[in-house]
C-alpha cells in the first residue's frame, strides 16, 4: 500500500506527478517492500498498468495494483503476488474514480548491507526502472 504526499482536500494531486512508497508483498516481483514510486495522476489507464487506487471499502487506503481488466462499473485490478490477496478476486470491481493514477517508475533504496564496491556497481544498475504494462494481466485473469 503506497503512502501519497501529495492531495488536496479534494482528493486531487496538487502536481501531474508525485511520490509514493509501497508497503507488503502483493505487487513482488515487480515491486517489493519499500521501492518508491513516481506516480502519473490522471494518466490515462490501459489494461495491464500498474495503478495507484482508494481501496473500495478504506477509502483512506492506497493500494498498488496491476489494472487487469476494464469491466462494468470500472477496473478489475490484481496483485503481481497470487498469493498476497487483497485486489478484486477479494473486493470486486473497483469504480473508476478511485484509480488515482499510474505508476511511471520505481526506485529501490539500497539496502544496509549493500557496502562492496560490486553490490553498489549492481544496485546503480538496477535501482531506478521503468515499470511497464504487462498485457498478460488479462490472460492471468482468465487463469485463475
Not at 45 to 71: C, M, N, S, T, Y
Amino acid at each position: 500500500m503506497p503512502e501519497l504526499s501529495q492531495e488536496t482536500e479534494r482528493g486531487r494531486p496538487l502536481l501531474p506527478f508525485g511520490p509514493a512508497e509501497v508497503t507488503g508483498p502483493s505487487m513482488v516481483p515487480t515491486l517489493n517492500h519499500g521501492d518508491r514510486l513516481l506516480v502519473h495522476y490522471g494518466a490515462r489507464i490501459r489494461p495491464g498498468d500498474v495503478v495507484v487506487l482508494r481501496h473500495p471499502f478504506q477509502q483512506d487506503l492506497l493500494v498498488v495494483k496491476r489494472a487487469a481488466e476494464r469491466r462494468e462499473g470500472g477496473w478489475w485490478v490484481l496483485g503481481d503476488n497470487a498469493y498476497a490477496g487483497g485486489d478484486s478476486t477479494d473486493y470486486g470491481t473497483v469504480p473508476a474514480e478511485l484509480v488515482l493514477g499510474k505508476v511511471r517508475a520505481r526506485f529501490r533504496p539500497r539496502r544496509t548491507d549493500q557496502r562492496s564496491p560490486l553490490a553498489l556497481v549492481l544496485w546503480a544498475l538496477s535501482a531506478v526502472r521503468p515499470v511497464l504494462s504487462d498485457r498478460s494481466a488479462s490472460r492471468r485473469l482468465r487463469a485463475r
